[in-house]
Nanobody
């Protein structure tokens, strides 16, 4: 059974940084494009960043230059380094396959940006 576990969230002040992790068990993610998604209160889940099997990355405009996605296939884990965080980045962050999120969704990790 595939399990996805996100971690690393927390409360941070505007301008701060966090590093999120997403560990997948029960499947081999090295053959997949993996993505980070987020869901803010009262909004739909949205895609924000992805990393391909060869390390190619893609970002939505509103995180470009601030967020960096990476992967460690040996650990079956992907990461999201988030810098220059803004209040509007407050959300629950998830990871899944991209473009079709076919893995079971994890619980996500809460990121709260507030002064």
């Amino acid at each position: 059974q595939v399990q996805v576990v996100e971690s690393g969230g927390g409360l941070v002040q505007p301008g701060g940084s966090l590093r999120l992790s997403c560990a997948v068990s029960g499947d081999i993610i090295s053959i997949y494009v993996m993505g980070w998604y987020r869901q803010a209160p009262g909004k739909q889940r949205e895609f924000i960043a992805s990393i391909g099997t060869t390390g190619t990355t893609d970002y939505v405009d509103f995180v470009k230059g601030r967020f960096t996605v990476s992967r460690d296939n040996a650990k079956n884990t992907i990461y999201l380094q988030m810098n220059s965080l803004k209040v509007e980045d407050t959300a629950v962050y998830f990871c899944n396959r991209r473009p079709f999120p076919t893995l079971s969704w994890g619980q996500g990790t809460q990121v709260t940006v507030s002064s």
